[in-house]
C-alpha cells in the first residue's frame, strides 16, 4: 500500500544527517528542518521534488564557515501542512520568512537551487529577507520557451485536479531503478546512492508527488520575470553545463535582466550540480561570500 505523505519512522529511518533534524511549529506548518555548524545564517532551499536531502554533502561544508539552515519546503519531505496562500510563489516566500521569524535568524546569504532560487528572489522582492546575496544553483527563474509556456503550467493543473495522479506517480517510482533513470535522463546528473535512496523514498508517496504538482500548477514564472530587473541583492548564477531540466541560457538571460547579477556554467555537471559535485559548488559560494565579506 502506498504512503500518502513521509513518513519520519518509515520514509525517513534513514535520511542524511538525521541527528541534525528537528521539527518546527509555525502558522498552519509543522516545518522538517536541519541545522548545521555556526556563523552566519545560510539559509539552502531546495527545488520542487526535491527535500532537504539534497543538501546532503553541501551543508556540512558550508557549515565550516555558516550557521545552515535547510528546511523541506511546503508539500515536499517531512514538512505538514500547507501556508495561506497554498504553494503559490508568494505564500511560498511568507511561508520562510515566517519560519525563519521563528527561529529567530535573518538569513546572511540564501542559497536556492531551481525553484527553491525563485523562492528566494521572491522573498526579497517581496521585503521578507534582506541577505547580502543570493545564489541560484540551476536556478528556474523564468517562464519556459514557446509553447510550452503555455502547455506545462497547464498540465501541471490538469493534474493537480486528478486526484488519481499522485497515486500513479507514487506507484510508478516504487517499481525497481525507475527513480534513477528517470533522475539521470531528465536532470543530466549522476548523484550517490543516498541521494538516489532519499528521492525514491519520497516519490514512492502520494503525499510528496501531490506537492509537487500542486507547487507546478501555482507557479507564476512570468511576474517574477518582470520583477527581477528591481532585485537588490546581489545574485551569483550557477548553471551546470549539461542541465537538459532548465538550460543554462535560462540563468544567461537572467543575468542580463538582473543589474550586477554574475552568471558562471560548471562544465560537466547537470542540474543537481549541487548533488554532483558539493566540495566545487562550496568553493563558488565561498568566493562569493568572501566578495561580499560575509562570514570572513
Not at 528521492?199 to 512570468?222: N, P, Q
Request: proline share 8%.
Amino acid at each position: 500500500m502506498l504512503a500518502d505523505k513521509p513518513r519520519w519512522e518509515v520514509e525517513g529511518r534513514d535520511w542524511p544527517h538525521r541527528a541534525a533534524s528537528r521539527f518546527v511549529e509555525t502558522d498552519r506548518l509543522r516545518w522538517h528542518v536541519q541545522s548545521f555548524g555556526a556563523g552566519p545564517v545560510l539559509l539552502l532551499l531546495h527545488g520542487t521534488g526535491a527535500a532537504n536531502h539534497s543538501w546532503r554533502g553541501l551543508a556540512p561544508l558550508l557549515a565550516e564557515r555558516f550557521h545552515v539552515i535547510a528546511p523541506d519546503l511546503p508539500g515536499h519531505g517531512f514538512t505538514q501542512g500547507r501556508p495561506a496562500g497554498g504553494l503559490a510563489m508568494p505564500a511560498m516566500a511568507r511561508a520562510v520568512a515566517a519560519l525563519c521569524a521563528t527561529l529567530g535568524v535573518a538569513p546572511a546569504l540564501i542559497i536556492g537551487h531551481s525553484a527553491g532560487a525563485a523562492t528566494a528572489c521572491r522573498m526579497v522582492l517581496d521585503g521578507a529577507a534582506a541577505p547580502a546575496g543570493i545564489v541560484a544553483l540551476g536556478g528556474a527563474l523564468l517562464p519556459f520557451p514557446g509553447l510550452a509556456a503555455k502547455l506545462f503550467p497547464s498540465l501541471a493543473r490538469l493534474l493537480f485536479v486528478n486526484p488519481f495522479a499522485p497515486h500513479l506517480f507514487a506507484g510508478w517510482a516504487r517499481q525497481p531503478g525507475e527513480v534513477p533513470r528517470f533522475l539521470e535522463r531528465s536532470t543530466g546528473s549522476r548523484i550517490d546512492a543516498a541521494g538516489l535512496s532519499a528521492y525514491a523514498a519520497l516519490f514512492g508517496t502520494a503525499g510528496h508527488c501531490a506537492g509537487a504538482i500542486t507547487m507546478m500548477a501555482d507557479w507564476d514564472l512570468e511576474r517574477l520575470a518582470r520583477d527581477l530587473p528591481r532585485l537588490s541583492a546581489p545574485l551569483l548564477l550557477l548553471h551546470g553545463a549539461a542541465d537538459p531540466m532548465v538550460p543554462p541560457s535560462v540563468s544567461e538571460r537572467v543575468a542580463a535582466l538582473v543589474p550586477g547579477a554574475r552568471f558562471d556554467t560548471l562544465t560537466g555537471l547537470g542540474h543537481l550540480a549541487h548533488e554532483e559535485a558539493p566540495e566545487a559548488v562550496a568553493v563558488w559560494i565561498n568566493a562569493f561570500a568572501d566578495a561580499l565579506a560575509v562570514g570572513a
